[in-house]
Every structure is written in C-alpha cells, then in structure tokens.
T-cell receptor
Framework: EADIYQTPRYLVIGTGKKITLECSQT?????MYWYQQDPGMELHLIHY???????EKGDLSSESTVSRIRTEHFPLTLESARPSHTSQYLC?????????????FGPGTRLTVL | GQQVMQIPQYQHVQEGEDFTTYCNSS?????IQWYKQRPGGHPVFLIQ?????EVKKQKRLTFQFGEAKKNSSLHITATQTTDVGTYFC??????????FGAGTILRVKS
C-alpha cells in the first residue's frame, strides 16, 4: 500500500545526543519535505528535496541536516540535540509534476529533549 | 516572500452552528489547498482550488476561491464533533513548496 512512514513516533532523549528521524514513502514521489510544528501552532518548513542528491534549507532556520540518497528515503539528523529542539517533526511528500501537488504527510515524530 | 494569513486563530462553536475560516494571500495564487489536522494527528489534504471564483463542496464543507485568486474561505454547515481540529490553507511557492497559513483551531461543544 502506498504510504509515508515516520519512525520513531515518539522519542525522549538527553541533551547532546545525536538522533536521526526516519522518513520513507512508497508513493514514488520525487519531492519530500520536513516541517517542524509546535502543538497547536503553524507548520514551519525546515528542509526540502526535489529528488535524489537534492536538498535545500527551508524558511525556518534549523540546526538539523538531511540527506536524499534514495528516492523513497529522507532522513533528518540532529548532531547534538538541545531542549529547544523539542517539537513535532512532520515529513511530507508530493508528486513533482503538474498543477495538482498536494502534500501527503507522515504521522510525525514527537521529540522531547531533556 | 509570500505570506498567507488566516483568521480567526481560534473558534469555539456549539454543535450545529456554522463555522467559517478565511485565508488571504499577499500575492496572486495559482491555486490554494486546504488541509485538516485532527488533535494529535497530522495534516490531511482536503481539496485544491484552481480557478478564479471556484466553489467546491464536500458534504457540509464549502470551499471558495476569490475572483482575484488572493483569498479563500472554508465554510462548515452545522458543525459536528467530528469537525474538531485545525484547518490550514496553503498557497504554492516556487518549486512546489507550500506556504501554510497559521491555521484556525475549531472546537465544537456538544
């Protein structure tokens, strides 16, 4: 079944730890995105990718990094987590061509940094 | 850069009452999308409007795109508890990115 997956769903870690949030999609989409969202607040784009080996920073400055080695996989890494990184991280993907470019979101990862 | 403003920020209605959220863009949009995010969930695509003055309906939800393609609205008739959540509008930016509004949180009292 075509879908978009994120793991872990919940993560509680200590300050200074390195973490990687996983995102995979089976829809064959070229474009993928990472958003950061605090509870009840707006979505902030932090990274996006147009395809393999293509990554760009989004509108919100983030200390995280991303990679896109395979079409279906778009992991996000924090080298040294801090309490200010506590938030929900949402991964999304969309079809590259045409006028209709709705984004499909994964279930999100809720990150808490102590 | 492009800005998408959404009002109200929050609305609390009695079940059965109507609800409307408004979206305004600083620039003309080629299209506008609406998403719904249930509490604790992730945004889910509802609809995309493309044509000037377009009106689309999904059961009790009515979506409108302004004549100038700079504003849009979502109207829910006779709200139900299942309508609870945050409704986001989003306009496209270059490269298939979306600029999301801040969202309208809808709470329904039964």
């Amino acid at each position: 079944e075509a879908d978009i997956y994120q793991t872990p769903r919940y993560l509680v870690i200590g300050t200074g730890k390195k973490i990687t949030l996983e995102c995979s999609q089976t829809m064959g989409h070229d474009k993928m995105y990472w958003y950061q969202q605090d509870p009840g607040m707006e979505l902030h784009l932090i990274h996006y990718s147009y395809g393999v080996n293509s990554t760009e920073k989004g509108d919100l400055s983030s200390e995280s990094t991303v990679s896109r080695i395979r079409t279906e996989h778009f992991p996000l890494t924090l080298e040294s987590a801090r309490p200010s990184h506590t938030s929900q991280y949402l991964c999304a993907s969309s079809y590259a061509g045409g006028l209709y470019n709705e984004q499909f979101f994964g279930p999100g990862t809720r990150l808490t940094v102590l | 850069g492009q800005q998408v403003m959404q009002i109200p920020q929050y609305q609390h209605v009695q079940e059965g009452e109507d609800f409307t959220t408004y979206c305004n863009s600083s620039t003309t949009l080629s299209n506008i999308q609406w998403y719904k995010q249930r509490p604790g969930g992730h945004p889910v695509f509802l609809i995309q409007l493309v044509k000037s003055g377009e009106v689309k309906k999904q059961k009790r939800l009515t979506f409108q795109f302004g004549e100038a393609k700079k504003n849009s609205s979502l109207h829910i008739t006779a709200t139900q508890t299942t309508d609870v959540g945050t409704y986001f509008c989003a306009g496209p930016e270059y490269g298939n990115k979306l600029v999301f509004g801040a969202g309208t949180i809808l709470r329904v009292k039964s």
